[in-house]
């Protein structure tokens, strides 16, 4: 489902709980923070979106209706809101954010960068170990079956880091979870050691998306 899909959904599954202005509002938050994470994500933003509002919200029915929404026939969405939100942005002089796919692909680029150093810097008999020891714990990554899949392959068989759809907190779980790697063969004070000199190298190429963003 590509982004406008995905907006016409959050739009229809919304719309009859907001007026016009928290409507837009909630859909701006929508596309800037949440808008290519994984459906797990909606009760985050629905609570965000609760913390701005003086009303109770009905939370759970909300969350039904949006993942209704998201996984019903195109035929019973409203139209795409973009140009709503663009006049309400235009009226309101809210600045469009950095949509989320744009931030996840700047993430993914910076971690592939971060990555390779952490990986290059260490010897070469520890490598494979140290990339075993990463794909076998891989459990608590927030991420659906077949990103996993890919995931472990990446760190098994040093395959090209194509993992298109991993958005910015997998991607944090996944360098955290290379961070304890190191401290699990060398030892914290080494692993912060090369987790530094890592982020300083990545820095100097001066990436649209900080590395310091992803610690």
């Known amino acids: 489902m590509n982004l406008t899909t995905r907006r016409r959904a959050i739009y229809t599954g919304l719309a009859g709980h907001f007026a016009e202005d928290e409507l837009l509002a909630a859909l701006t ?20 979106v609760a913390s701005t509002t003086e009303r109770k919200l009905e939370r759970a029915k909300l969350y039904r209706e949006l993942v209704g929404a998201l996984t019903g026939p195109l035929s019973a969405l409203l139209p795409d809101p973009e140009p709503l939100l663009l006049n309400w942005r235009q009226r309101t002089g809210v600045v469009a954010p950095l949509p989320a796919i744009a931030q ?18 260490l010897e070469a008999e520890l490598l494979p170990r140290f990339r ?28 090209e880091f194509q993992l298109t759809g991993l958005g ?7 360098l955290n979870l290379l961070y ?28 649209a998306f900080s590395p310091r963003k992803l610690l």
């Open 168 to 174: 910015l907190e997998p991607l944090r779980q996944l």
């Open 29 to 48: 938050l929508w596309e800037g923070k949440y808008a290519n994470k994984p459906s797990f994500a909606l009760n985050e933003f629905l609570g965000e």
């Open 180 to 207: 304890i790697g190191l401290c699990e063969y060398l030892g914290p004070v080494v692993a912060d050691q090369r987790l530094s000199r890592a982020v300083y190298q990545v820095e100097t190429q001066h990436l």
């Open 104 to 121: 996840d692909s700047q993430a993914r680029h910076t971690f592939e960068a971060l990555s390779r150093v952490l990986f290059n810097d």
């Open 132 to 159: 075993r020891f990463a794909a076998g714990n891989l459990g608590g990554l927030q991420v659906d079956n077949e990103q996993r899949i890919r995931v472990r392959a990446w760190l098994e068989q040093g395959t």
